[in-house]
């Protein structure tokens, strides 16, 4: 899928969106790991972000609860594998804590923020650990909802 | 299953195996890191070990070639999620290298070296995702198996 400025794509297991954003690579970092600044972005309007706990380091906890326009919560647990400060987070759904596993591992999200004359060429990279995985979150509207969430991040960085 | 000096137990998704080392933790995190001594222990004779690399930092991969008696290999590899010199390693056979998902994620380990009277409290914990491949791993000789090398570890720290 492409809009005007954000480019998704399917790659065996993984699901890949690129876009580039006109601001640094510190502040799309701030706004993966501010949980204030998550909140405002990382949920496809009309959905909503209800909570949100970060401990950005590798084996630190992920928190993000998800409220649907009926008011429904979908909590998401995770843990960082690899944090570089500005350039890279690694985090996956296959713990919910340091080291609980999950009920079921399905991806580990690859997000990468290179710097490109001021601005971030930011690659969102979800992977599975099985295509069938992979076309399940096809289904569930990965292109069309992560696209709306980067661009909304997008927006968000532009005045932070 | 307890031997004189080994115990091993089960808790729920997880198989633990106990023993007091008469050697200090920094030798065995040493015979848990250095590959030529690795190969001197982790399998149960007459299985040996043909083959061990290991990168022991966060996402650093391990592979571990073991060899049955008749000749057959059998490749594990994984990757570390978290060092701590002297003290703990986990990794996991979910990725077989920073961040490739393998095909079937089974279990964590997490080794923790705690420090007695220039002895060590050794505790090893197999974690699986699922009670089903907790009893797998049972079937699969988890309770003789490690045993047999926890006993091979302590000989071999007991001589370096």
């Given at each position: 899928?492409?809009?005007?400025?954000?480019?998704?794509?399917t790659e065996g297991r993984d699901l890949i969106l690129t876009r580039m954003i006109d601001a640094p690579p510190e502040k799309v970092?701030?706004?993966w790991t501010d949980?204030?600044?998550l909140k405002q972005w990382f949920a496809p309007l009309p959905w909503t972000i209800a909570t949100v706990e970060t401990d950005v380091r590798p084996g630190g906890s992920s928190l993000i609860v998800m409220r649907s326009p009926e008011g429904a919560e979908f909590p998401n647990r995770g843990v960082y594998l690899e944090v570089v400060k500005n350039q890279r987070?690694?985090?996956t759904d296959a713990y919910t804590a340091a080291w609980e596993p999950s009920e079921k591992p399905f991806m580990t999200a690859i997000m990468t923020?290179?710097?490109?004359?001021?601005?971030t060429k930011y690659?969102?990279?979800a992977r599975h650990w099985t295509e069938a995985d992979r076309e399940a979150h096809e289904k569930m509207g990965f292109h069309v909802g992560w696209a709306i969430c980067a661009e909304q991040l997008a927006e968000?960085?532009?005045r932070i």
């Open positions: 899928m492409t809009t005007s400025q954000t480019t998704t794509s970092f701030k706004a949980p204030a600044l987070i690694v985090f923020f290179e710097e490109a004359g001021g601005k690659t969102a990279r968000l960085v532009g």
